[in-house]
């Protein structure tokens, strides 16, 4: 199984940008899907989960400008980023955990955001 994550790209601070992340199968098992990102010379850290029942949580800098959200029919993941700032720049990958302790990471996506 395989994490497809697409969507980045170039963009203007205040500019908006959706990323998807599609699984090529199923995970047994999954009960959290969510997006990450690594900054240039800094640790990946946790922008967005999506727990099995819906409930999402957001890293503070990206509560109300970020949309975590999915489509369970497709087996896959967004994230809407609205309001983009050039401190998002970065890449986004995508993961999906598992009640057995597995995680999935998918390959991640460039997001660039110009002053």
């Known amino acids: 199984v395989q994490l497809q994550a697409s969507g980045g790209g170039l963009v203007q601070a205040g500019g908006s940008l959706r990323l998807s992340c599609a699984a090529s199968g199923k995970i047994s098992g999954v009960n959290a899907r969510g997006w990450y990102r690594q900054a240039p010379g800094k640790e990946r850290e946790l922008v967005a989960i999506?727990?099995?029942?819906?409930?999402?949580n957001y890293e503070d800098s990206v509560k109300g400008r970020f949309t975590i959200s999915r489509d369970i029919a497709k087996n896959t993941v967004y994230l809407q980023m609205s309001s983009l700032k050039p401190e998002d720049t970065a890449v986004y990958f995508c993961n999906s955990k598992t009640v057995y302790g597995g995680i999935y990471w998918g390959q991640g996506t460039l997001v660039t955001v110009s002053s």
């Open positions: 999506i727990l099995n029942n819906g409930i999402t």
